[in-house]
């Protein structure tokens, strides 16, 4: 079982940034961690991921702006979002289970209640 909770959600202007937390329970170096969003209205989809081999993958529209990293020590993993969009306004989750797709919603297993990120234009 693994618990996960977000954090740095906040409101920021186009162009800013940001950078979200996800603190679980267990050991998330042997785990594939990733994070997803969803807007209102919309699906929830793949934002970024990192695998337990450390391999990294991006959905094209944050690809260059945003980067996932994970700090084993503390259990920890991270998603900097630089160079912010209006349409990345969302709910953003964290999730992660042993074995992934990486942009596939269904094989993460445990998920964080999400934080939210509003960026105005």
């Known amino acids: 079982q693994v618990q996960l909770e977000e954090s740095g959600g906040g409101m920021v202007q186009a162009g800013g940034s940001l950078r979200l937390s996800c603190a679980a329970s267990g050991r998330t170096s042997s785990i594939d961690m990733g994070w997803f969003r969803q807007a209102p209205g919309k699906g929830r989809e793949f934002v970024a991921a990192?695998?337990?081999?450390?391999?990294?993958y991006y959905a094209n529209s944050v690809k260059g702006r945003f980067t996932i990293s994970r700090d084993n020590a503390k259990d920890m993993v991270y998603l900097q979002m630089n160079s912010l969009k209006p349409e990345d306004t969302a709910v953003y989750y964290c999730a992660a289970n042993r074995y992934t797709t990486y942009d596939v919603l269904s094989t993460y297993a445990y998920w964080g209640q999400g934080t939210q990120v509003t960026v105005s234009s």
């Open positions: 990192l695998k337990n081999n450390g391999n990294t």
